[in-house]
C-alpha cells in the first residue's frame, strides 16, 4: 500500500549530500510544501556546511536515521555525499522519501533493503522551478496516491511489465557489486544523468553490458540527460548510442521520457508495478489502492 500524506503531516527536509548553495530557491521550495499544509522541519540546513557537504558524515547519517519515522523525507539538494553515508548500513523505516540526482543511492537502499516509499522526484531547491503540471503530478501523488501516466519517444516496440526503478545513471553504475543497488531481473529500469559527455554515457552503458545487470530486465527508458533544450546534436548522439548498445536485447526501449535534471521532472514512486509501452512511448505506473 503507498502511504499516503494528509495536511498537518511533518516533513522532514534532509540534506545528506552537499551543502546548499541556493537559499532563495530553498525557501521557495519550503513555501510551496506549506501551501500543501505539511508542517516543515528544516533541521537548520542553509547555515550547515562542512567542506562540500551539509555537515560531517556522523551528523548527516544521525540526521537519516532520526527521520525515518516521518512520513515523507524530501532532500533538499543533491551534489556528493549521500553515498558515504550508505558504508553505515541505514536502516529505513516505510515512510515516503523523496529525491532525485545523487540522492538516488538512498532511493536505491531503501527499495532493495525491502523497504517501499521511495520516490523519485523534485527536491525543495528544485521545486519552484518545477511547471504546475508536475508540481500537481506529485501533490497528487502524496496527497492521493494517483499519477498520470507519462510519454516519451519510442524506441524499441513491445510492452514491458513489473515493478519500476528509477536512477541517475551515475550513482547506479557506482552501486553495481553493492548490497544497496537493488535485484534488476524482471525490473523496468528508467536510468537519468546530466552534464555527462556521450564517451561517458558510453563507458556506463558499456560497463552495464559488462557487468551483465540488465540480463533478465523486463524494459528500460531514458529520462533526460541534459538539462538545455538547444543540445539537438547531444541527443542525436545518445539515441543513436542507445539503440546500438541495446539493439540485441530483447524488450522495449523509451527515450525522452520527462525525468530527470529539467523542469517537469516528473515524480516516480520506485518498486511499484509499471507498464513500459515501447509501441506509444508511454509510462503507466499500477498503485495498490488504499
Not at 547555515?47 to 557537504?53: D, G, I, N, T
Not at 515512510?95 to 523519485?120: E, N, P, Q, R, V
Not at 544497496?180 to 523496468?188: R, V
Request: some cysteine; charged content about 25%; aromatic content about 10%.
Amino acid at each position: 500500500m503507498f502511504k499516503k500524506l494528509r495536511r498537518g503531516d511533518q516533513v522532514e527536509i534532509l540534506a545528506p549530500s552537499s551543502f546548499i548553495e541556493n537559499q532563495d530557491d530553498f525557501n521557495k521550495g519550503i513555501d510551496i510544501l506549506k501551501k500543501w499544509d505539511l508542517k516543515i522541519n528544516q533541521n537548520n540546513l542553509p547555515s550547515r556546511k562542512f567542506r562540500y557537504f551539509a555537515g560531517d558524515d556522523d551528523y548527516r547519517f544521525r540526521e537519516i536515521e532520526r527521520a525515518q519515522n516521518s512520513k515523507l523525507i524530501i532532500f533538499a539538494n543533491g551534489g556528493w555525499g549521500a553515498a558515504r553515508l550508505l558504508e553505515r548500513n541505514p536502516k529505513w523505516g516505510d515512510g515516503l522519501m523523496l529525491g532525485f540526482s545523487d540522492t538516488c543511492s538512498l532511493l536505491l537502499s531503501k527499495y532493495s533493503s525491502g523497504s517501499y516509499g521511495a520516490i523519485h522526484g523534485p527536491m525543495v531547491t528544485t521545486l519552484s522551478k518545477e511547471p504546475t503540471w508536475s508540481l500537481e503530478r506529485l501533490r497528487k501523488l502524496l496527497f492521493e496516491g494517483y499519477i498520470d501516466d507519462i510519454s516519451g519517444i519510442p524506441l524499441k516496440k513491445g510492452i514491458a511489465k513489473g515493478e519500476i526503478i528509477v536512477s541517475n545513471l551515475t550513482i547506479a553504475s557506482f552501486l553495481v557489486g553493492t548490497e544497496h543497488l537493488p535485484n534488476l531481473k524482471g525490473k523496468i529500469i528508467i536510468f537519468e544523468d546530466v552534464n555527462e559527455d556521450i564517451y561517458k554515457i558510453d563507458r556506463m552503458l558499456t560497463f552495464w553490458r559488462l557487468s551483465k545487470n540488465l540480463v533478465g530486465i523486463a524494459g528500460i527508458g531514458f529520462g533526460t540527460f541534459s538539462n538545455s533544450m538547444d543540445e539537438t546534436e547531444k541527443n542525436n548522439h545518445l539515441k543513436d548510442l542507445i539503440i546500438e548498445r541495446f539493439s540485441e536485447f530483447d524488450f522495449p526501449i523509451v527515450y525522452d521520457l520527462p525525468i530527470g535534471h529539467i523542469s517537469g521532472n516528473a515524480c516516480i514512486p520506485i518498486g511499484y508495478k509499471a507498464e513500459l509501452n515501447g509501441n506509444n512511448g508511454t509510462l503507466k505506473i499500477i498503485l495498490p489502492k488504499s
